[in-house]
């Protein structure tokens, strides 16, 4: 039995840590590409970035005034069982609380066209929920801001597009974005499934650990050199040119229709935030 006080509490730390600390392997890949930098405009921005996330974490302060929207993937184990709020209320009462504690900007609008009026607590979360053996359960709490969420993009291609047409559809992605999404970015790609799991497979391959590659060695070369065409674009750090575009590419390929080769791009700022925790 899970009360649902215990999830919101994991829920708002989740929050509070993503909107604080960067994970350390995003930490260390933005120190390395500081490193690898020659062009010195892209370097001094890459040496702001570095220094305002040191910052952020020692004082307890956003790492980026967009505090976006709380996505929430939740993998439930099928032998726990929530007693309380609901799943979607509990997600709310977390990130709600964890807004409000940590003065972090909200901006959720309950109407996307008309009155726009803020929800004032940044929910309702978007939700993932993904049903697992065993009587655990896992959260992630992944903050998303809407520049780089702006960029993303999704493409109907024809099976015959192949190879060529994912690399050249993932590339133009990133080049039509320019310096909009706060480069370097990390570019999270899904190809197959259809409309709408190809657009949640692309987000989910953003929480995939740096510079881990797919396990079939054949998109693992497809995420290198999408990665190697992207650094060679020139657009660099904040847009400043240099070498270091994209800190990392990561792929994901899901069964799919026949008839059909969906791909979907979901590109990330530098500010990759994301918690993980386990009830």
């Known amino acids: 039995m899970i009360s649902s006080r215990d999830l919101s509490d994991l829920v708002k730390s989740l929050a509070l840590r993503a909107n604080f600390e960067l994970p350390s392997d995003v930490r260390s890949r933005l120190e390395g590409a500081l490193q690898e930098e020659r062009c010195s405009l892209a370097k001094a921005a890459l040496s702001d970035i570095v220094a305002n996330f040191k910052m952020a974490e020692e004082d307890r302060l956003p790492i980026c005034q967009d505090c976006g929207l709380a996505v929430v993937f939740v993998d439930w184990g099928q032998e726990a069982v929530l007693e309380g709020a609901s799943l979607q209320e509990a997600v709310d009462l977390g990130i709600r609380e964890a807004y409000a504690e940590g003065y972090l900007r909200k901006s959720v609008v309950y109407d996307p066209i008309y009155d726009r009026r803020n929800s004032m607590d940044n929910t309702p979360a ?29 493409g109907m291609l024809k099976p015959a597009d192949g190879e060529a047409g994912v690399i050249d559809f993932i590339v133009s ?8 999404p706060c480069p370097p970015v990390v570019v999270g790609a899904a190809v197959g499934g259809n409309f709408e799991q190809a657009a949640l497979g692309a987000k989910r391959a953003l929480l995939r650990p740096m510079g881990q590659r797919n396990r079939d060695p054949r998109y693992a070369r497809l995420e290198e050199e999408c990665l190697h065409r992207i650094n060679r674009l020139g657009i660099g750090a904040g847009g400043y040119g240099g070498v270091i575009t994209a800190l990392d590419v990561r792929i994901e390929q899901l069964p799919t229709h026949i008839a059909g080769m969906p791909v979907a791009v979901n590109l990330c700022c530098h500010a990759l935030r994301h918690a993980k925790g386990v009830i």
């Open 173 to 180: 992605t990133v080049s039509q974005a320019g310096p909009n």
């Open 126 to 154: 978007v939700v993932h929920l993904t049903m697992v053996p065993g009587d655990r359960v896992e959260v992630v709490v992944a903050p998303k801001g809407m520049g780089s969420e702006n960029m993303s993009r999704i």
